[in-house]
């Protein structure tokens, strides 16, 4: 590596566990000159954001951990929200990373300049110059305020799940929830037994697992503490356990999967109103869904002051909810657990790539990339986490290491200086999403729910082969995949509007 070269700046957008996890493999190998871009105040990310009653992990938490730095901490194998926000702490602070941090900055723009360099500004003024940009946004960041007539007029309070109001007293409230997907699962069993009562505004059932979440005794953490060898063996030992739940879940064939969907089906059956228990029956596959792994829910709703309403919501009324069937349910407080706007990954931000090409534009009809990573017409933009990146019950944490591995592989030649940029070519691109959408044809995605995972034009945006094909993919990158340059005279927008036209990319399958 040249000295000149070894200068490159790298910019990380974001501190939670996806941009600590870039920051700290850059770290590793001697890339002193990078930044780390959060508009928060804290690292964790969506860890440090959400804050409502109930939260924990819903991933068994020896695995939810960087592979590096595996910890004793946990209370219980679903640990709450604190513990795994200390733990984002403990971890920035043990790399490094809280001074290389610029907290409370935002970035709003992020220009190409066509000669190797970023040009970034955020949203509180500050401007910078990178030679790479890491978008390490995560997907769990932008709630998803569903547009439902009325919502304005509510005369109680109303709060999003995302943007948790700690002054809030539910103390004897008409308290109603509308969704029931993981934040929902969680939540309402730790407000039930506060509220007056608890109305709980399904639009789809959800499959649940018991999820046999139990406390780890202090004695047991002192003994991991005192052999961390042990909790190397532990980390990959769960994970090889939510690979084979991962696996089953996708193909939906083994005897694994039959075994869970027991296992759901004996949970659900924990609901004895036969009445209640038809609402609670999902119309769909166990994993078409993201799987839900919850104990308390199920008791929760079957308690005096709780309610499932199923009718569809009409509007929202000054008084509460109005639902099809003509009730209005009277409410004090409308939470609304409705979730993320999952597909918009770095956007709002305004990210124009060469000759001007803007990225909404490119995403127009569905967010995608290449190997979940890189846009064609964006270089030395990457994503960690990005479209089609394996979501699901996988550790995004893992994720972002793996493909960390495959990006530090990519960008190398660009921090040495022999090139001044990298970024995927069209036709990998294009190969690569067509692919993509083929294989997700039978998958468990396509079995007849609708859920997050399916992007604006219909198709699943998760990754549709193993983890196995997904770390085999992240070995090393295909150079043939990658254009070290660009291509003299031929300009991106070109380029993508051809693909655009033919129907050749992926886009043309998605949108
Ligand atoms: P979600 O899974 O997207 O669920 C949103 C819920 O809101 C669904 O039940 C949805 O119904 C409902 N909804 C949305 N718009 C609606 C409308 N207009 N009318 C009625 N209902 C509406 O969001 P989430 O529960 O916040 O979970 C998102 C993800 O966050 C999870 O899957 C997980 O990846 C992550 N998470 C992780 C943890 C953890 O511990 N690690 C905890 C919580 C969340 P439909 O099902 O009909 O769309």
Same mark, same amino acid.
């Given at each position: 590596?040249?000295?000149?070269?070894?200068?490159?700046?790298?910019?990380?957008?974001?501190?939670?566990?996806?941009?600590?996890?870039?920051?700290?493999?850059?770290?590793?190998?001697?890339?002193?000159?990078?930044?780390?871009?959060?508009?928060?105040?804290?690292?964790?990310?969506?860890?440090?954001?959400?804050?409502?009653?109930?939260?924990?992990?819903?991933?068994?938490?020896?695995?939810?951990?960087?592979?590096?730095?595996?910890?004793?901490?946990?209370?219980?194998?679903?640990?709450?929200?604190?513990?795994?926000?200390?733990?984002?702490?403990?971890?920035?602070?043990?790399?490094?990373?809280?001074?290389?941090?610029?907290?409370?900055?935002?970035?709003?723009?992020?220009?190409?300049?066509?000669?190797?360099?970023?040009?970034?500004?955020?949203?509180?003024?500050?401007?910078?110059?990178?030679?790479?940009?890491?978008?390490?946004?995560?997907?769990?960041?932008?709630?998803?305020?569903?547009?439902?007539?009325?919502?304005?007029?509510?005369?109680?309070?109303?709060?999003?799940?995302?943007?948790?109001?700690?002054?809030?007293?539910?103390?004897?409230?008409?308290?109603?929830?509308?969704?029931?997907?993981?934040?929902?699962?969680?939540?309402?069993?730790?407000?039930?037994?506060?509220?007056?009562?608890?109305?709980?505004?399904?639009?789809?059932?959800?499959?649940?697992?018991?999820?046999?979440?139990?406390?780890?005794?202090?004695?047991?953490?002192?003994?991991?503490?005192?052999?961390?060898?042990?909790?190397?063996?532990?980390?990959?030992?769960?994970?090889?356990?939510?690979?084979?739940?991962?696996?089953?879940?996708?193909?939906?064939?083994?005897?694994?999967?039959?075994?869970?969907?027991?296992?759901?089906?004996?949970?659900?059956?924990?609901?004895?109103?036969?009445?209640?228990?038809?609402?609670?029956?999902?119309?769909?596959?166990?994993?078409?869904?993201?799987?839900?792994?919850?104990?308390?829910?199920?008791?929760?709703?079957?308690?005096?002051?709780?309610?499932?309403?199923?009718?569809?919501?009409?509007?929202?009324? @000054?008084? &509460? !909810?109005?639902? %099809? +069937? =003509?009730?209005?349910?009277?409410?004090?407080?409308?939470?609304? /657990?409705?979730?993320? $706007?999952?597909?918009?990954?770095?956007? @709002?931000? &305004? !990210?124009?790539? %060469? +000759? =001007?090409?803007?990225?909404?534009?490119?995403?127009?009809?569905? /967010?995608?990339?290449? $190997?979940?990573?890189?846009?064609?017409?964006?270089?030395?933009?990457?994503?960690?986490? =990005?479209?089609?990146?394996?979501?699901?019950?996988?550790?995004?944490?893992?994720?972002?290491?793996?493909?960390?591995?495959?990006?530090?592989?990519?960008?190398?030649?660009?921090?040495?200086?022999?090139?001044?940029?990298?970024?995927?070519?069209?036709?990998?691109?294009?190969?690569?999403?067509?692919?993509?959408?083929?294989?997700?044809?039978?998958?468990?995605?396509?079995?007849?729910?609708?859920?997050?995972?399916?992007?604006?034009?219909?198709?699943?945006?998760?990754?549709?082969?193993?983890?196995?094909?997904?770390?085999?993919?992240?070995?090393?990158?295909?150079?043939?995949?990658?254009?070290?340059?660009?291509?003299?005279?031929?300009?991106?927008?070109?380029?993508?509007?051809?693909?655009?036209?033919?129907?050749?990319?992926?886009?043309?399958?998605?949108?």
């Amino acid at each position: 590596m040249t000295a000149a070269k070894s200068q490159s700046r790298i910019a990380i957008v974001g501190a939670g566990f996806s941009g600590m996890a870039a920051a700290i493999r850059l770290l590793q190998a001697g890339q002193e000159n990078i930044v780390i871009y959060e508009k928060a105040d804290d690292v964790g990310g969506t860890w440090h954001h959400n804050r409502y009653p109930g939260l924990c992990c819903d991933t068994p938490a020896k695995a939810y951990v960087y592979s590096f730095e595996p910890t004793a901490n946990w209370s219980s194998l679903y640990p709450k929200r604190d513990e795994i926000h200390d733990y984002c702490r403990f971890v920035a602070e043990k790399y490094g990373l809280i001074p290389r941090i610029r907290f409370g900055q935002e970035i709003c723009r992020a220009e190409y300049d066509g000669s190797g360099h970023w040009q970034l500004e955020t949203r509180q003024g500050l401007k910078d110059t990178a030679d790479v940009v890491i978008m390490a946004t995560g997907v769990l960041h932008h709630p998803y305020y569903p547009d439902i007539t009325g919502m304005d007029t509510f005369a109680g309070a109303t709060v999003h799940t995302a943007c948790w109001d700690d002054d809030l007293d539910l103390s004897g409230k008409r308290v109603g929830v509308i969704g029931t997907g993981a934040t929902a699962v969680q939540l309402v069993p730790a407000i039930v037994d506060q509220v007056g009562t608890l109305t709980v505004f399904q639009r789809s059932a959800q499959w649940i697992s018991p999820s046999g979440n139990k406390n780890t005794p202090q004695e047991r953490r002192d003994m991991l503490r005192r052999n961390p060898e042990l909790m190397f063996d532990e980390y990959h030992r769960v994970m090889e356990k939510i690979e084979t739940l991962v696996e089953g879940l996708r193909t939906m064939e083994d005897q694994f999967y039959r075994d869970l969907r027991d296992a759901c089906q004996a949970h659900l059956e924990t609901i004895t109103d036969p009445e209640l228990r038809r609402k609670m029956t999902p119309g769909y596959d166990p994993g078409c869904k993201r799987l839900i792994f919850a104990d308390k829910f199920y008791p929760a709703i079957q308690k005096e002051n709780a309610d499932v309403v199923i009718d569809a919501i009409q509007q929202i009324e @000054p008084a &509460g !909810i109005r639902t %099809a +069937d =003509g009730a209005l349910h009277e409410l004090d407080v409308l939470i609304l /657990a409705t979730g993320y $706007r999952m597909h918009d990954y770095m956007r @709002p931000m &305004g !990210i124009t790539g %060469a +000759d =001007g090409l803007a990225l909404d534009h490119v995403w127009e009809k569905g /967010a995608f990339a290449h $190997r979940g990573m890189t846009v064609p017409g964006f270089p030395n933009m990457f994503m960690l986490v =990005g479209p089609n990146s394996p979501l699901t019950n996988y550790p995004v944490i893992a994720v972002a290491e793996i493909q960390m591995e495959y990006l530090m592989q990519l960008i190398q030649p660009v921090l040495d200086g022999r090139y001044a940029s990298v970024c995927a070519t069209p036709a990998a691109t294009e190969k690569f999403n067509k692919d993509l959408v083929e294989a997700t044809a039978n998958t468990v995605w396509t079995t007849g729910c609708d859920s997050y995972y399916i992007n604006d034009a219909g198709i699943p945006n998760v990754w549709p082969w193993s983890i196995d094909e997904f770390k085999a993919s992240m070995q090393a990158p295909e150079l043939s995949e990658y254009l070290y340059e660009r291509p003299a005279g031929l300009s991106a927008e070109v380029t993508v509007q051809k693909q655009l036209q033919t129907g050749t990319t992926g886009l043309r399958e998605r949108g």
